[in-house]
């Protein structure tokens, strides 16, 4: 078993690497602390190991230790995309081709600091985005896009406003024009960026049935 202070570095050189979690009898959860791809392998992957549940990583990463994968969450076999993303602490970027299909969820603790930065057009698979825990802490960004260009997701998730919500302007940042954020109660959002920054943080409907939502 993996410990869960481990940072998983995936691929060596020209040769990909994949890390299955669970297998066709059992999904199964792992923690890692960082999640890295490595080398110019191209089919670098995390993908569930063939049940029809929902296998989960879970990543509890150091916001002082960023970590970048841009292989593939997700795989081609069957039920290789039942596959859960749980971000509780750190800085973590997605930017690959994504797959997954089991939902991302950013839920920090109180006193934590949790990061997504969505740098693909896919990063987030196929699934929701729910966003809960407390992210209203000094210095936590909630979503960015620092891939350098903006990006528009083209999987049109669905994004539950489960907690305030961070931009860090980096880049534009477009959810797709079918994408859906709900919103139940009152929330802060916050956007980041420079005094000249320009980034954009865009979805495509929302839904409301809460008494605001407050920008500063």
Same mark, same amino acid.
């Given at each position: 078993?993996?410990?869960? $202070?481990?940072?998983?570095?995936?691929?060596?050189?020209?040769?990909?690497?994949? /890390?299955?979690? !669970?297998?066709?009898?059992?999904?199964?959860?792992? $923690?890692?602390?960082?999640?890295?791809?490595?080398?110019?392998?191209?089919?670098?992957?995390?993908?569930?190991?063939?049940?029809?549940?929902?296998?989960?990583?879970?990543?509890?990463?150091?916001?002082?230790?960023?970590?970048?994968?841009?292989?593939?969450?997700?795989?081609?076999? $069957?039920?290789?995309?039942?596959?859960?993303?749980?971000?509780?602490?750190?800085?973590?970027?997605?930017?690959?081709?994504?797959?997954?299909?089991?939902?991302?969820? /950013? +839920? #920090? +603790?109180?006193?934590?600091?949790?990061?997504?930065?969505?740098?693909?057009?896919?990063?987030?698979?196929?699934? #929701?985005?729910?966003?809960?825990?407390?992210?209203?802490?000094?210095?936590?960004?909630?979503?960015?896009?620092?891939? @350098? +260009? #903006?990006?528009?997701?083209?999987?049109?998730? +669905?994004?539950?406003?489960?907690?305030?919500?961070?931009?860090?302007?980096?880049?534009?940042?477009?959810? !797709?024009?079918?994408?859906?954020?709900?919103? !139940?109660?009152?929330?802060?959002?916050?956007?980041?960026? @420079?005094?000249?920054?320009?980034?954009?943080?865009?979805?495509?409907?929302?839904?409301?049935?809460? #008494?605001?939502?407050?920008?500063?």
């Amino acid at each position: 078993a993996l410990a869960t $202070t481990n940072i998983v570095v995936i691929g060596d050189g020209a040769n990909s690497g994949r /890390l299955i979690v !669970g297998d066709a009898t059992n999904e199964r959860t792992i $923690t890692l602390a960082g999640l890295i791809s490595s080398g110019s392998g191209t089919a670098n992957a995390v993908a569930a190991g063939g049940n029809a549940g929902l296998s989960t990583l879970t990543y509890t990463g150091n916001i002082a230790v960023p970590t970048v994968f841009n292989g593939r969450l997700g795989g081609r076999g $069957t039920n290789e995309n039942n596959l859960a993303l749980n971000i509780t602490s750190g800085d973590l970027t997605l930017g690959g081709n994504n797959t997954f299909s089991g939902g991302t969820t /950013l +839920a #920090p +603790a109180a006193a934590g600091q949790a990061i997504l930065n969505i740098n693909s057009a896919t990063a987030l698979g196929t699934g #929701p985005l729910s966003i809960a825990g407390t992210l209203i802490t000094t210095g936590v960004l909630g979503i960015d896009n620092t891939s @350098g +260009a #903006p990006v528009t997701l083209s999987t049109n998730n +669905a994004v539950t406003l489960g907690n305030s919500l961070t931009f860090g302007g980096s880049n534009n940042l477009n959810f !797709g024009a079918g994408s859906t954020v709900t919103q !139940g109660a009152a929330r802060l959002g916050t956007l980041l960026g @420079g005094a000249n920054s320009t980034s954009e943080l865009t979805f495509g409907n929302w839904n409301v049935t809460a #008494p605001a939502l407050t920008l500063t």
